[in-house]
């Protein structure tokens, strides 16, 4: 299978991939983010850690639209970063964005385990990013695009992610209304 991927999808072709993969497990969590709330607060809300029970406390009257704002913070700086990667060979920020959102997966994993409930966004997490970043940072360090140091060297790049998901989210709670 993976000489088949190799074989068949380009270097250029699978970062371009990342700013698509991205959205289609975001469009889950903005589809489905106002339901899932309705549905699962009264349920989850006492197994929230008393540190987080505010912050979820807040995002429980986030509507879609104003999730759809940070959304497009993130997906007009991701493809610029894979722009950049495809066009000048430059991968750090590309590398920062791609680790922060592998380590993305295994929070909604980690958050479908300890509310007992099936977390926004799992689903496209582990079967459309999971699969995704794996390939890619095979790809990456098998054609020597990358070095396993740049791994960690990138980070500061994927930190610009929470940045940008926290300013989206406070501007989206001026501009759009409840």
């Not at 993976?2 to 497990?25: D, K, Y």
């Not at 589809?31 to 979820?56: C, G, M, Q, R």
């Not at 990358?146 to 501009?175: F, M, N, R, W």
Request: hydrophobic share 50%; charged share 10%.
């Amino acid at each position: 299978m993976l000489e088949w991927l190799n074989h068949n999808i380009s270097l250029p072709t699978l970062l371009w991939l990342f700013p698509i993969t991205f959205l289609l497990h975001d469009f889950e969590e903005i589809l489905f983010v106002e339901a899932w709330f309705k549905k699962n607060y009264s349920t989850v809300i006492h197994k929230i850690p008393d540190s987080f029970k505010k912050t979820f406390h807040k995002m429980s009257y986030i509507t879609a639209v104003q999730f759809a704002l940070p959304v497009l913070f993130q997906f007009i700086t991701y493809s610029i970063a894979t722009y950049i990667a495809v066009e000048h060979h430059y991968y750090p920020m590309f590398t920062g964005f791609n680790l922060l959102l592998l380590i993305h997966v295994f929070m909604h994993i980690g958050q479908s385990l300890l509310l007992g409930v099936y977390a926004l966004g799992v689903g496209t997490a582990v079967f459309v990013t999971l699969p995704y970043s794996l390939y890619l940072f095979y790809r990456l360090l098998d054609e020597g695009v990358i070095e396993q140091i740049d791994l960690l060297t990138s980070i500061p790049y994927g930190l610009i992610t929470i940045a940008l998901v926290y300013i989206g989210h406070k501007i989206a709670q001026k501009l759009i209304a409840s």
